[in-house]
């Protein structure tokens, strides 16, 4: 039995769940129509998508695309360090609670540093003053070395570190001698939010190597790995080879970044799921019992539910991610989450409050 | 610019220059019309795609999807042993000619004994000799202890093991307590050359895990671990995920398999293939000078060309594999390869000669 | 111009200051004078320590040689747990804060979870609630599932878990599946405050695999592994070579053992190490503005000095562990410590303060 | 019981069966009586033997002290290259055929990439052209990238490269990019054997990192990882402790080191090593049916002996390594092998053909 093709209800536990946007579809669709294609990116496809990368952000650099977030933020870091150093990130940072131990994997055992983070508007966010303390926490060989800090645009708190705060990281960062990691799983509804230049966000505020995020913004699978500075994108093709993470049929993976560039549809999908959140916040606002954590600067909202809620909610079907520690729900918008489901999921948590 | 939309013409170099097949695509754009889908192959599309897998080869088998052969190999081989043991390949094997230490990086450091092969009608098959004595070689610490054996089905010389010759090489490992990997990049080749189940190809002779290859067989990405004995999968989730190959939108992976599975598709798809591969094979037989090293048995035709000839064609733009060692050449039928394209190769190749 | 050779001033900064007990450095030269003796551990020494530690355990435990701590326990948590599990452990434990990633070295990237710990008398040690909470805490593939908990015994902090902490201990793990092991840097020290039957400490009491401490108990160089389940140890002398742990002069790092232990010398030393540690808490008890943490259980004392104190006593050449975050220090006695060393440093304390 | 302690009749099966030698023993036991020591490295015998490795090789070279041979080279190579590399090597080299996967293990899966030697009096030598026909084989990222060059001095079939030999190969090395390692296991038969500078032998030859053997020259335990460009040593203290390979009581490794450097008691140790292995190869000249394979060059003697005649051998107690592939066997004399027991060996032979 065929699963049913008739859409689902939207749902808010991630922005993963949402398909790929027509503009990204329309370029797959079409690479494949050109039949025979050389492998492994030696192709216009790819060579178009890189050059537009380029332009985006007025700058040289080398372009890697990879299958996912994991494999991209892993195989960025592995680049930077080896394992018997150290990444400093955030103790809510992806890289340390949601990739299975990804990058400790791929470095052969790089250790990560947990910084501890605010709470308010800048939760989530590493400071330049929590860098340097993990940076000089230890000088002697029995613990590893820190080499890398990692940043996650936007946070896993949904909050968005503005540029000024980018580049206070990195100057602490660089002053001891470390290399600089962006996750930009969510790059795209950072760079709506703040209205700025893509290449003001990175490598003009010190950031060596970016990961961006085309999944959650409309890709159906893959990341780019975009290194501003080349000398650490040395033999960087081979290491992507090695660890699996190189397309055969390399187009439908380079092809729809086409449908996310042209025409910045990329901003436009970041700035939709952006608005939605923003929509469900004011909803949220009008219910009695509900807390909204903060308000949202992308396309997550932080909420706290009155007892029992949430499981109301899961029983007629919502789906969401709740946090083990009670109360506190996260709703993520995605670049097709439209304003109507928005105001329904809204009905349906006022009536199960 | 952007890059052409006319189909180029057809090549030779691999099967993986084509694109997917329309009932892959039919799957994949269907997935896409779903809406929201729950992540990570929670969903109905990839219940189904795996349920059609275990009716396929009438086994309760455990299945994964990762993205592509690199990947599929090594997790599979590294499920299989720890990183003191070896793996048992031919010298021509893909693990170990053509994945750039994959499999020992997945391994952390597994070795890869190589057995020579024979020429001929058996070309670039193990067997059960070279095995046992791959073996029986070392019994001391000082050298890796062998575990699994890995074959190539069809192998990269183009040949197809008999299912009386898949058993034998198992029969020879489990003797010895080791473990039995197939790298089934173009299995659905074998099975259309055969004619057999995959039962009896498979589990039934005595392997323990495939790697079944979808992306030759005319997916846009995406191949299958399929485990046979559900006490060698413990946790091979884990490791697919730690290793940056669990795909967020899974159903982008895993729906375009219903299209390789419903009517049979991966068997047409390959019998054409292989149809095309004897039309070339045949067309090569009538052009004086041309030496095909044997006759095909899947989609690969292998022969040897007068000198010079190579060079010519190349410079008329056909691509094709030609080997370090003079006047070998492999030419690669795909799914969608077409008779016109085959004539129009063979009177390129008569023309150069 | 060659080292001095009179015997230096007596120091606390580790245990592992001291050098090779006249036991130990007495069988150490009866090896050499051997002359040829087979290399890999195939010696009589080797043997003949081994059949000791199975009498010592009454067991017939699986015993491995290895060069030093961070080995043994990197070794031995990698045979526990693949790549994509995790180890628990508590927050101030050797392997994770002095090994310099080593355990996530030679397991390919296990993660270590860890938990933090009570002050008090039992400060350092693992409570089985907290090691049941970091099992439960999280269930899904995107996290390491936790495979192995590890105990220091005695801890970092000085402390000593009693038979009844660590059978509870074991039995939480236990039930949900996981193994134990139990880093015995300073196991010596351990039974020598409980007097209890070393069988008991270990394998009857739940724990797989030990770690038994040679180094800081008397020997020149090396660690033993201690399989209590001959189940986990398959292929483990593959892992101890490829590892680099294998000494080819093997009775250089066994026969020392037989000096430890015959006539309970390892007993001995350890029972003599945490008298001088109750000494010297003693002589501090009788010194204002010395505050020690607690009574020592164990060969460690942890005090907290007034401040400047410290310094002073660094200038007059005492070498001791001082902690970061103010005031507290480390003060361990070694198998050699004689009292008027106990004696002197309380003196030179006392003026400093 | 404990293991006898008269004198074992000497053999030949390897160096490593040899004890240590006097003048090791003395600084050995003379660094013990030094009583309470720093730890790690931080000690004065360590300096010393640093300074006297600086001055043997009339440079400022950075040097390690780890446990045994595997580890050396494998933390050696793994500082040279990363995972995505390859390591070029003979087919007989130690790294490929008995380390049991150690070199792959510790830089997470390079892969060795053999060359065949020749026969005759350049048994087990790399040549240039085979270096660099390796070197040029495979130029696309599916395939390892070579990045080392490792040759064994002296090599494993017992002969010995020359001054301008070493050079060939760095210079062929060098000019596609490469770093060489030599693997010095018994590096000091090989200086021995040339009456050469050990510089002119190593940095001014082009080698980048040499492994310099003391356990086979009468160490009990121990070898040397010489960095000639601090370059390439950054952090690899780091990696030395991470990987397990940082003695706590250093002093215990690093003092013996004084007892070969000291006048040059290295030398004297491998050329007594070589002048028995010459007089063993004479002995074998005047037996009828005994083939010497080559003239010793340094301290091994290869032999064929005619059927029947090792396996008496063996009988009557004597050990020496025999090839698999019928009739050839190694004999090795150590520092410590007598003329007596050469004599006595030979008469053995000659008694057994």
């Known amino acids: 039995m065929m699963p049913r093709v008739t859409e689902n209800r939207q749902q808010f536990a991630s922005d993963n769940l949402a398909g790929m946007c027509p503009e990204s579809a329309y370029w797959f669709n079409l690479a494949n129509a050109s039949g025979h294609v050389?492998?492994?990116?030696?192709?216009?496809?790819?060579?178009?998508?890189?050059?537009?990368?380029?332009?985006?952000?007025?700058?040289?650099?080398?372009?890697?695309?990879?299958?996912?977030?994991?494999?991209?933020?892993?195989?960025?870091?592995?680049?930077?360090?080896?394992?018997?150093?150290?990444?400093?990130?955030?103790?809510?940072?992806?890289?340390?609670?949601?990739?299975?131990?990804?990058?400790?994997?791929?470095?052969?055992?790089?250790?990560?540093?947990?910084?501890?983070?605010?709470?308010?508007?800048?939760?989530g966010k590493l400071t330049p003053e929590a860098v340097e303390a993990l940076i000089l926490k230890r000088k002697d060989i029995h613990y590893p070395k820190p080499k890398v800090v990692t940043l996650t645009q936007t946070t896993e708190l949904g909050t968005v570190y503005t540029v000024e705060q980018v580049r206070a990281i990195t100057d602490a960062a660089k002053a001891h001698g470390?290399?600089?990691?962006?996750?930009?799983?969510?790059?795209?509804?950072?760079?709506?939010?703040?209205?700025?230049?893509?290449?003001?966000?990175?490598?003009?505020?010190?950031?060596?190597?970016?990961?961006?995020?085309?999944?959650?913004?409309?890709?159906?699978?893959?990341?780019?790995?975009?290194?501003?500075?080349?000398?650490?994108?040395?033999?960087?093709?081979?290491?992507?080879?090695?660890?699996?993470?190189?397309?055969?049929?390399?187009?439908?993976?380079?092809?729809?970044?086409?449908?996310?560039?042209?025409?910045?549809?990329?901003?436009?999908?970041?700035?939709h799921a952006n608005a939605m959140a923003r929509r469900l916040y004011e909803r949220l606002q009008a219910i009695p019992g509900v807390e909204a954590l903060r308000a949202p600067e992308a396309n997550a909202v932080f909420a706290s539910l009155p007892p029992g809620t949430a499981q109301r909610l899961r029983e007629q079907g919502w789906s969401f991610y709740e946090f083990i520690a009670g109360g506190g729900c996260r709703f993520m918008c995605a670049w097709d989450t439209r304003p109507e489901s928005i105001d329904a999921f809204a009905v349906a948590i006022a009536a199960a409050v």
């Open 178 to 271: 470390l290399r600089v990691h962006m996750d930009g799983a969510r790059f795209a509804n950072a760079v709506a939010a703040l209205g700025c230049d893509p290449a003001d966000l990175t490598w003009r505020a010190g950031v060596d190597v970016l990961c961006f995020g085309g999944t959650k913004n409309g890709l159906p699978v893959g990341e780019a790995v975009v290194f501003f500075d080349r000398k650490l994108s040395e033999d960087f093709a081979y290491r992507v080879k090695q660890a699996g993470q190189l397309a055969s049929k390399m187009r439908f993976i380079s092809a729809p970044w086409l449908g996310l560039l042209e025409d910045d549809t990329w901003l436009a999908n970041a700035r």
């Open 38 to 123: 050389p492998a492994y990116g030696d192709d216009e496809w790819t060579e178009s998508v890189c050059q537009a990368m380029r332009e985006l952000f007025h700058a040289d650099c080398d372009v890697y695309f990879v299958f996912n977030g994991t494999a991209a933020n892993s195989l960025a870091l592995a680049s930077l360090c080896q394992s018997y150093h150290s990444v400093i990130c955030s103790h809510v940072a992806h890289v340390e609670t949601d990739e299975c131990g990804g990058p400790e994997f791929f470095s052969n055992g790089s250790k990560l540093l947990v910084a501890e983070t605010a709470d308010g508007e800048d939760a």
